[in-house]
């Protein structure tokens, strides 16, 4: 009996569709729809007031919820916009300028973190990318800052996020942890593993929907980070207006203006629920299902692109099937809920709502549509 089934009924397009990608968008929680009409009642009923009766305090309220799923502590973790939005944050902590200049990145990276990275180059930063099995030897005391994504978005691999941070503060440098592709999914814990940074967002494994990203800074750091890319929410008291800067001392010197406050309402269903299903036992669920889908993906005879040890595996098996753009777009159109990534193949994704019928079936419409 899978427990974890129960949600379904909290997650109305699974009636129409089979969704299998989780990596990419999470299906949208009824109750999602529910705090968006609420959003709008309380902006038509309390107008102005609004502001003061909570959406203020929403970057950090939501973030709270956040930092439940990721080992983070209450007032950790603040929402920003996206991933990219919490990279630039993130890197204009720092003066590029002198001798202690690199930023050691995984090449597997999501690429918007590379261009940033690469942009960075313009104020002295010198980027180092290299693959995952090269970074511990590429840190040295000339790394300022290491780059890395939890998990591979292109093969799901994840990475030794303990080792790569211990190494890191040995050389003196400090961490940036991309965790979109790991958080809701695959436990992980910020504190515990010491990273300094923690980026994501909530289209994917948290079913929130987009605007919703959030940074998580390591609390005793934050005496020494002046981010460039600021704004008057980060101030200490921004309702003074004052014209010269001064940093709150709290978590809000991460943010810069306005939150994105329809996105906090749509996505905190997400977080709740994905809290309340608990990520130990959708991790549990996950590396079954995904172990699964990779035998019946290799019965069928297709290749598959994601590691096999399932401790290395992320929530994604990457199916590598002849004309995978093809077969990708007949798949959506059959309503199986699948993307494709160039040389990577067709990313397939199981979520803890997802039935193990629904592994069989995707992979015999896979097999209908190459004409196996
Ligand atoms: C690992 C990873 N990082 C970042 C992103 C994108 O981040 P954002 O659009 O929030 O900047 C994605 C996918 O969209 C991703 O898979």
């Not at 956040?66 to 996206?82: D, F, L, R, S």
């Not at 890319?229 to 010197?253: I, K, L, S, V």
């Amino acid at each position: 009996m899978d427990e974890l089934l129960e949600w379904r009924k909290e997650f109305p397009s699974l009636e129409t569709s089979v969704h299998m990608i989780s990596h990419s968008l999470g299906a949208m929680p009824r109750r999602a729809a529910e705090r968006l009409a609420e959003y709008a009642e309380v902006w038509t009923r309390r107008g102005i007031r609004a502001w003061e009766e909570g959406w203020w305090e929403m970057p950090r309220s939501v973030g709270n919820l956040i930092g439940k799923i990721i080992g983070a502590g209450e007032g950790e973790v603040v929402m920003v916009p996206n991933v990219s939005a919490g990279q630039s944050i993130v890197n204009s902590c720092f003066d590029w300028s002198g001798p202690r200049n690199q930023v050691v990145c995984d090449s597997l990276q999501f690429p918007s973190n590379l261009y940033i990275y690469e942009a960075l180059e313009r104020q002295g930063a010198r980027l180092v990318a290299v693959p995952p099995e090269e970074l511990l030897a590429a840190i040295g005391h000339q790394t300022r800052l290491v780059s890395i994504s939890h998990v591979s978005f292109r093969s799901s691999l994840v990475l030794d996020l303990a080792a790569i941070t211990r190494r890191a503060h040995e050389a003196g440098a400090l961490v940036v942890a991309d965790i979109y592709q790991s958080a809701g999914t695959l436990p992980l814990n910020v504190r515990e593993l010491g990273v300094d940074f923690a980026t994501g967002g909530s289209v994917k494994w948290l079913c929130g929907g987009p605007g919703a990203g959030y940074l998580y800074v390591r609390q005793d750091l934050w005496p020494s980070l002046r981010p460039a890319a600021t704004g008057w929410m980060a101030h200490r008291a921004p309702f003074t207006f004052e014209p010269a800067m001064e940093y709150a001392e709290d978590a809000f010197r991460f943010l810069n203006g306005t939150p994105s406050v329809p996105a906090m309402y749509a996505a905190r269903s997400g977080y709740e629920i994905i809290g309340q299903a608990g990520v130990e036992r959708i991790r549990a669920k996950s590396i079954r299902q995904t172990g699964r889908l990779i035998e019946l993906a290799e019965e069928a005879g297709f290749r598959v692109n994601s590691p096999r040890d399932p401790a290395r595996r992320g929530g994604v098996v990457v199916i590598d099937a002849p004309n995978g753009q093809a077969v990708t777009r007949e798949l959506l159109r059959r309503d199986f809920l699948v993307d494709y990534r160039p040389g990577a193949g067709i990313r397939v994704a199981p979520h803890f709502y997802t039935t193990d019928e629904e592994l069989d079936l995707t992979v015999h419409e896979m097999r209908k549509i190459v004409g196996q």
